[in-house]
């Protein structure tokens, strides 16, 4: 069985529906999840608990990386932490007379070319 994995020369990576950086949150996710069933199973947890833990965490895995997939589209997340970077408001402690002279001296240095 072969998978297309690249469309196109300059287009992102897409594999099943999952483009650029959610294709990796699927994978490490998954990884992680492989982690955590083999460590668990090695404390002596009896093996079902593990599997169940392991299929639960697993699909919520996968249900949240298609629905972030979905709702954010390929360029989503680092929109979404851009966002998070910016401040929802700029406070200024400036008096309003130090506007409208720097306004005012900008206005005559145009005039005067």
Known sequence: ?????NKGIGRTVEFKGLK???????????????????ILYMLGLPPYLCLSIGIIAASIIIW?????N??????????????????E???????IQSYLRNYQKSV??????
Do not use: C, D, W
């Open 64 to 68: 949240k990386t298609f629905a972030l």
């Open 70 to 87: 979905a709702k954010f589209g390929e360029h989503g997340l680092m929109k979404i932490a851009a966002k998070r970077r910016h401040p």
């Open 1 to 5: 069985m072969q998978y297309k994995i």
């Open 20 to 38: 650029a950086q959610y294709l990796f949150i699927f994978a490490g996710g998954l990884l992680s999840i492989l982690l955590l069933v083999m």
């Open 108 to 113: 005559r240095n145009e005039k005067s070319k």
């Open 89 to 95: 408001y700029i406070i200024s402690r400036k008096p």
